[in-house]
């Protein structure tokens, strides 16, 4: 469900799962823009099927990645125009449009920011409905390293990489940790580009990594927004608290842009976006491993330059300043949870709030940017940001590679192992594997499409 709220004045939308609902419940509350409606949707496609062209670029060596962005450019324009240019051009009703982009929290850019592209994707991603991994997040990372242990690999736990080893010739050659070296003949950094090329490579290799030094100066490319994330643990049976599956987004007007831009000039005005979900009740194992316990999860937009005067303090103790912005923000984050659930007040017995420095802390990201870089026009249009890297032998993987999300990682780690040795993933069937995947993406199944 999609909310304005301002004052006690309240407005909703919801967004219900099939593309044929979205679309109907569209033109029941905008009839007058049946064209507009009509159109995105025709884009959503559009853009959908030029994904190719993107893959194909990235994957190709330079100069056969050239002819492909000739090739494709007329279909990849959706990609480097701004999500408001494309609306604006389609309708002035700012409600449709606050509407269409509600979901501009999920990639962090306001429509006057973000890629049409990436709006259209989530917007498809979505259209059916989402997934929540029986037993928690935590089994997706489980399931990762049961993979890589039976491939005989090894993960390790609290080995923090200090810098990537590259040889004289420009060779990675492998990675030195605080008191140890790994060798190996293939190093892959799913850190995202800042950290990997900003923090990992030795400074006297910087002269072979400078279009990616430079292209990371790019504002347009730097992510503009960060996140507080809000853990909050609540007493009770979700059936009794009528706790839902489905999410909630909250905004104080349907003007994503001009909530941010008063926010970000007074962080004591409106949050621009909050985010709200009950994980416990979307996972049905969750009862059983904590009966008469909920979890929620409430997300605001923070701008890190309000915090980044304690990155450098010790973590848990940032001192009385930190500790008073974050009791602020907290109880900012709970009085919009209890407006939308008064029936939790009294309920909740745990509380803890990360900031954009929790998230670089714990997350290892780069100003906190949990989504990687932005998903800007200007990102789709970086030639250099691709599996591959000036410094062989050294691969980036992870949702830098071509969009954020699960989703995108996923695909990321496909596209940098075909880099890696295409011959492999041909006998492995991973090649196979991904394009049915890629295909269904592409041309879904009847009951899957765009009516």
């Given at each position: ?234 007493e009770g049976d979700a059936k009794e608290l009528d706790l839902p ?96 659930y008064p029936q939790l007040e009294g309920k909740i017995n745990y ?53 954020t999300g699960i989703t995108g990682a996923a695909f990321g780690g ?38």
């Amino acid at each position: 469900i999609a909310v304005t709220r301002s004052g006690m004045e309240r407005e909703e939308f919801r967004i219900r799962s099939g593309f044929k609902e979205y679309k109907s419940d569209l033109l029941n509350r905008f009839p007058d823009e049946a064209n507009a409606i009509e159109t995105y949707f025709k884009m959503v496609k559009e853009v959908q099927h030029s994904v190719f062209y993107l893959f194909m670029m990235k994957m190709c060596p330079s100069f056969f990645s050239k002819i492909v962005r000739w090739i494709g450019h007329s279909k990849l324009q959706l990609f480097h125009k701004t999500t408001m240019e494309v609306l604006s051009g389609l309708t002035t009703n700012k409600e449709l449009i606050g509407v269409l982009t509600y979901m501009w929290g999920d990639y962090g850019e306001p429509p006057a920011r973000g890629s049409f592209a990436i709006n259209a994707l989530l917007s498809y991603h979505f259209g059916n409905g989402a997934f929540y991994p029986v037993g928690g997040p935590a089994m997706i990372a489980n399931n990762v390293v049961r993979v890589i242990e039976n491939a005989g690999g090894k993960v390790l736990v609290r080995a923090p990489v200090t810098s990537i080893l590259v040889d004289k010739n420009g060779k990675a050659y492998g990675v030195e940790m605080k008191r140890n070296r790994i060798h190996a003949p293939i190093i892959v950094s799913t850190i995202g580009a800042p950290q990997t090329f900003q923090k990992l490579i030795p400074e006297d290799q910087h002269h072979r990594i400078q279009k990616q030094l430079e292209g990371l100066k790019d504002p347009n490319v730097a992510p503009a927004i960060s996140l507080m994330s809000l853990y909050v643990g609540i007493e009770g049976d979700a059936k009794e608290l009528d706790l839902p599956k489905r999410n909630l987004w909250v905004f104080p007007s349907w003007e994503h842009d001009y909530n941010c831009a008063v926010f970000k000039k007074d962080a004591s005005k409106p949050l621009p976006a909050v985010f709200i979900s009950f994980s416990s009740v979307k996972d049905p194992t969750y009862n059983e491993r904590h009966p008469g316990r909920q979890v929620a999860l409430v997300i605001g937009p923070a701008y890190y330059e309000d915090f980044e005067k304690y990155k450098d303090l010790r973590v848990k103790n940032r001192g009385d300043e930190y500790v008073k912005l974050k009791e602020k923000m907290t109880k900012r984050l709970m009085d919009c949870l209890f407006q939308e659930y008064p029936q939790l007040e009294g309920k909740i017995n745990y509380i803890d709030l990360g900031t954009p420095v929790s998230c670089d802390y714990y997350l290892g990201n780069h100003r906190g940017a949990i989504y990687g870089l932005s998903h800007s026009p200007a990102r789709f249009q970086c030639d250099w940001l691709r599996p591959t890297t000036p410094i062989k032998n050294l691969y980036l993987s992870g949702q830098d590679v071509i969009v954020t999300g699960i989703t995108g990682a996923a695909f990321g780690g496909v596209m940098s192992a075909i880099s890696i040795s295409m011959s492999s993933m041909l006998r492995k069937g991973v090649i196979i594997g991904g394009m049915k995947a890629f295909m269904f993406e592409l041309f879904p199944p009847k009951q899957y499409q765009i009516i």
